[in-house]
């Protein structure tokens, strides 16, 4: 699988995504993540309302293997999360950069975005 | 990524694991491939045509001599001497305490006794044998094979097929655990019909130096019958569906048989074998805790480690549990005190500090379809 990150959002080191419109951000787990952890069969989905912190967990993912946590990129308020990944959760694994996004969540502090990585910075994380 | 420590060994089949794209993992002291494709991918290859595996990081130790099976039946829990030739049998050996060093397989071979053991507990295995040969004044040779042995496993409900284009050998004749020597794609081998996914199957022991070819023609000869090579990710979701232990997981040191269910490989009555003192007490007062089949109510999927509650005290351990790609549920195997196990008995599973509901079940979760009679 290609895991050449989408330049049009950032990254954390813990393998997710952010991509800001105005004050909502989505937020997902790279194809990195997703191909490192295999079929994903469970996702554990945060609650709408519910309060994230930058880097602090949110959820976890269940692949055929293993647990993982997932790791908000940005602090913020959940305003909707992505109902699909409920029954089809190996969305993550096909499409984690587009209909397999987790979350959106109003962003709280927009000078969080510096401390993530664009894409040639995340490529370069996940090299080799 | 991490780098794999330089010290890593590979199998024979390395470079064609790295050449079909594995993602490779340690695993006891080797670089094995996980997956090549998907786990769940192979894992219904093996189910519904043929998977085959790379298991040559298994250890073969082979005994020989005037008192081979004296020494056999002395080392391991069954008894090698029920063997007749070319049949195989499913063991342990035990620590004087009962505590199991390592699960095994024996087979009867021409010149003696093969045991198979996992490639963890190789070291653990051969100091056990050469300790017991060293004092127990056994007049055996112990000799270990595994460097020079490569061990390729085809398996699943077309891995008869898949065999049979490549050998003279009459397979129908082959009954399960049994072995015989012979020629698959031009290469010496013992044929074994054994395994660890709970499908028919086969394990083909040849020596390294020949393990390329064979790999090559397997993988070749089975590409229309829908063959896939398997990683060691689906060997473990398989064999839990089938509700076989995995060292490490259901059994170690601190296990003995008769917890792990296998009180009936136990055989006290052969005589003196080494642990024998320790599991005749366990037979008589039956074991403190057993092994048993759990599934979950909910969406929550145990995973090894995660307690489990009875009555809401927290009383057993999960020792594996995963979603059966097979059966599309929640599985698990956990140990609980005796007295708490009982097939259709409620219970709890802590998954990320909420208790989640799960039933008892009898062992295994899967059983593969008796073949047609037609």
């Not at chain 1, 969080?112 to 990585?117: Q, S, V």
């Not at chain 2, 063991?91 to 060093?101: E, Q, V």
């Not at chain 2, 048993?292 to 929550?300: I, K, N, T």
């Given at each position: 699988?290609?895991?050449?990150?989408?330049?049009?959002?950032?990254?954390?080191?813990?393998?997710?995504?952010?991509?800001?419109?105005?004050s909502?951000?989505?937020?997902?787990?790279?194809?990195?993540?997703?191909?490192e952890?295999?079929d994903?069969?469970?996702?554990?989905?945060?609650?709408?309302?519910?309060?994230l912190?930058?880097?602090?967990?949110f959820g976890?993912?269940e692949?055929?293997?293993?647990?993982?946590?997932?790791?908000?990129?940005?602090?913020?308020?959940?305003?909707?999360v992505?109902?699909?990944?409920?029954?089809?959760?190996e969305?993550?694994?096909?499409?984690?950069?587009?209909?397999?996004?987790?979350?959106?969540?109003?962003?709280a502090?927009p000078?969080?975005?510096?401390?993530l990585?664009?894409?040639?910075?995340?490529?370069?994380l996940?090299?080799? | 990524?991490?780098?794999a420590?330089?010290?890593?060994?590979?199998?024979?089949?390395?470079?064609?694991?790295?050449?079909?794209?594995?993602?490779?993992?340690p695993?006891?002291?080797?670089?094995?491939?996980?997956?090549y494709?998907?786990?769940?991918d192979?894992?219904?290859?093996?189910?519904?045509?043929?998977?085959v595996?790379d298991l040559s990081?298994?250890?073969?130790?082979?005994?020989?001599?005037?008192?081979?099976?004296?020494?056999?039946?002395?080392?391991?829990v069954?008894?090698?001497?029920?063997?007749?030739?070319?049949?195989?049998q499913?063991?342990?050996?035990?620590a004087?305490?009962?505590?199991?060093?390592?699960?095994?397989?024996?087979?009867?071979?021409?010149?003696?006794?093969?045991?198979?053991?996992?490639?963890?507990?190789?070291?653990?295995?051969?100091a056990?044998?050469?300790s017991?040969?060293?004092h127990?004044d056994?007049?055996?040779?112990?000799?270990?094979?595994?460097?020079?042995?490569?061990?390729?496993?085809?398996?699943?409900?077309?891995?008869?097929?898949?065999?049979?284009?490549?050998?003279?050998?009459?397979?129908?004749?082959?009954?399960?655990?049994?072995?015989?020597?012979?020629?698959v794609a031009?290469?010496?081998?013992?044929?074994?019909?054994?395994?660890?996914?709970?499908?028919?199957?086969?394990?083909?022991?040849?020596?390294?130096?020949?393990?390329?070819?064979?790999?090559?023609a397997?993988?070749s000869?089975?590409?229309?019958?829908?063959?896939?090579?398997?990683?060691?990710?689906?060997r473990?979701?398989?064999?839990?569906?089938?509700?076989?232990?995995?060292?490490?997981?259901e059994?170690?040191r601190?296990?003995?048989?008769?917890?792990?269910?296998?009180g009936?490989?136990?055989?006290?009555?052969?005589g003196?074998?080494?642990?024998?003192?320790?599991?005749?007490?366990?037979?008589?007062t039956?074991?403190?805790?057993?092994l048993?089949?759990l599934?979950?109510?909910?969406?929550a999927i145990?995973r090894?480690?995660?307690?489990?509650?009875?009555?809401?005290?927290?009383?057993?351990?999960?020792?594996?549990?995963?979603?059966?790609?097979?059966?599309?549920?929640?599985?698990?195997?956990?140990?609980?005190?005796?007295?708490?196990?009982?097939?259709?008995?409620?219970?709890?599973?802590?998954v990320?500090?909420?208790?989640?509901?799960?039933?008892?079940?009898?062992?295994?979760?899967?059983?593969?379809?008796?073949?047609?009679?037609?």
């Amino acid at each position: 699988m290609s895991t050449t990150p989408p330049d049009d959002r950032r990254y954390s080191r813990e393998h997710e995504w952010v991509q800001v419109d105005g004050s909502v951000a989505v937020i997902g787990i790279t194809s990195f993540a997703t191909d490192e952890l295999g079929d994903i069969v469970y996702i554990e989905l945060p609650e709408i309302g519910a309060r994230l912190a930058q880097f602090a967990s949110f959820g976890v993912v269940e692949s055929v293997k293993a647990v993982s946590d997932l790791f908000a990129p940005v602090s913020g308020d959940v305003a909707e999360v992505n109902g699909d990944l409920r029954t089809s959760p190996e969305l993550l694994n096909t499409d984690p950069f587009g209909t397999g996004w987790i979350a959106k969540v109003t962003l709280a502090d927009p000078a969080e975005m510096d401390k993530l990585l664009d894409a040639a910075g995340y490529a370069e994380l996940t090299a080799g | 990524m991490t780098e794999a420590p330089a010290t890593l060994r590979h199998t024979p089949l390395h470079a064609s694991h790295l050449a079909l794209s594995a993602r490779m993992v340690p695993y006891a002291g080797y670089e094995m491939p996980v997956q090549y494709t998907s786990i769940l991918d192979e894992h219904r290859t093996v189910r519904g045509a043929v998977g085959v595996f790379d298991l040559s990081h298994m250890g073969e130790l082979h005994l020989s001599g005037p008192e081979a099976l004296a020494f056999a039946r002395y080392a391991v829990v069954s008894d090698p001497g029920l063997l007749e030739p070319g049949q195989a049998q499913y063991s342990m050996l035990c620590a004087p305490d009962g505590g199991i060093i390592d699960d095994v397989i024996v087979y009867r071979v021409d010149d003696g006794y093969l045991m198979v053991c996992n490639a963890a507990n190789h070291d653990a295995v051969l100091a056990q044998l050469e300790s017991l040969s060293a004092h127990g004044d056994f007049d055996v040779h112990l000799a270990d094979r595994s460097d020079e042995t490569a061990l390729i496993a085809p398996q699943g409900p077309r891995a008869a097929e898949l065999l049979g284009r490549l050998t003279d050998l009459d397979l129908s004749e082959l009954g399960n655990y049994r072995s015989v020597p012979g020629r698959v794609a031009g290469t010496e081998c013992l044929v074994a019909r054994t395994g660890y996914t709970g499908e028919d199957g086969f394990e083909l022991f040849c020596a390294a130096r020949r393990a390329q070819r064979l790999w090559d023609a397997l993988i070749s000869t089975g590409a229309d019958l829908g063959l896939r090579p398997c990683g060691l990710g689906s060997r473990d979701t398989l064999r839990l569906e089938a509700g076989m232990p995995l060292y490490g997981n259901e059994l170690d040191r601190s296990v003995n048989p008769y917890e792990a269910n296998l009180g009936r490989v136990v055989k006290l009555e052969k005589g003196e074998f080494v642990g024998r003192a320790a599991l005749a007490a366990v037979q008589q007062t039956g074991p403190r805790r057993r092994l048993v089949g759990l599934m979950m109510r909910d969406e929550a999927i145990a995973r090894h480690g995660y307690p489990v509650l009875v009555d809401g005290a927290e009383s057993g351990v999960v020792t594996s549990g995963t979603l059966s790609p097979t059966l599309g549920e929640r599985i698990a195997m956990a140990y609980l005190p005796a007295a708490d196990a009982a097939v259709g008995a409620e219970v709890e599973v802590v998954v990320r500090d909420r208790p989640h509901p799960a039933e008892q079940v009898k062992l295994p979760f899967y059983r593969r379809p008796k073949p047609d009679p037609a």
